[in-house]
């Protein structure tokens, strides 16, 4: 909240006025251009402009003006500071939009996965699925790439913490297989459940990787098991969840 005019720095102010100029319609301005659009005078529109070029955020020709890939860092700081569910729900929607499948986020708690974006389509589960949803890690795609990423000891801890009650008669409930099941999701990059959580519900999972290097959150899309192996998920839906990964892993 302002208090007093010295709580406003005018020239800033400017300063944003005259990116915000530019945009896919107009990727080049002159300084005339830059003023006209930003409201400003001529002269002021220039110090911003060079400004921007003397600090790397600007290209100049010496008549046209264009933005640098550097201007990006401003906006990868404010996605950075965004709630994790609002950064990932409209990649989320446009996944759902292209495979026709539900898509979730999760985190890891203890050993609970916990949703915290979704994206439903045609509802193929008895339970309605929305963000706070809770189900066990070592019976979901989600759970188990997310156990992948901890250290071996840590994920063995968690598996022999959690309720291993079958939930169906496909439920891996031997710890041994279970850690096998997360190990190959530790060394494919994914994993796939066949109806262990649910009859007549499959589901492909990634983790979702920050800019680091480290992972964050898991990734999956859901669809009814059908006559096919579950193994052709790798090849119907793999390589867009692991699309989506990499525009992520840009923004996170």
């Known amino acids: 909240m302002l208090n007093k005019p010295t709580d406003h720095i005018a020239s800033l102010a400017k300063g944003l006025r005259v ?11 002159t300084i005339t ?11 002021t529109a220039r110090r911003v402009l060079l400004t921007l070029h003397r600090e790397g955020y600007a290209d100049y020709d010496g008549k046209f003006f264009t933005l640098t890939p550097r201007i990006l ?20 929607e446009q996944l759902s939009e292209q495979t026709g499948h539900s898509c ?25 699925l929305m963000p706070g949803s809770r189900l066990p ?37 031997d710890p041994e297989e279970i850690l096998a099941r997360i190990e190959q999701a530790r060394a494919e990059g994914f994993a796939i459940i066949d109806q262990e959580i649910e009859i007549g519900l ?22 009814a098991a ?11 839906c793999l390589p867009k969840l692991l699309k989506v990964q990499a525009g992520l892993r840009r923004v996170m």
């Not at 251009?33 to 002269?43: F, H, I, K, N, V």
């Not at 950075?80 to 950064?87: C, F, K, R």
């Not at 291993?164 to 409930?173: C, E």
Request: neutral net charge.
């Open 19 to 29: 990116i915000e100029c530019f945009g896919a319609e107009t990727p080049r301005l």
């Open 33 to 43: 251009e830059a003023a006209s659009a930003s409201g400003l005078d001529r002269a």
């Open 73 to 92: 860092r401003l906006g990868m700081a404010a996605l950075a500071s965004l709630p994790l569910s609002q950064i990932v729900q409209p990649w989320l």
């Open 104 to 128: 979730s986020v999760a985190l890891l708690d203890e050993t609970e996965i916990v949703y915290i974006a979704r994206a439903a389509r045609k509802r193929v589960m008895s339970i309605g």
């Open 137 to 173: 890690a070592v019976s979901t795609s989600l759970g188990r790439v997310l156990l992948a990423a901890l250290p071996v000891g840590e994920a063995r801890a968690l598996v022999e913490a959690s309720d291993l009650t079958p939930r169906t008669r496909f439920s891996v409930t």
């Open 202 to 223: 499959r589901s492909i999972a990634v983790p979702l990787i920050d800019g680091r290097g480290r992972v964050v959150a898991a990734l999956n899309t859901g669809m």
């Open 226 to 236: 059908t006559a096919e192996s579950a193994e052709t998920l790798k090849d119907s």
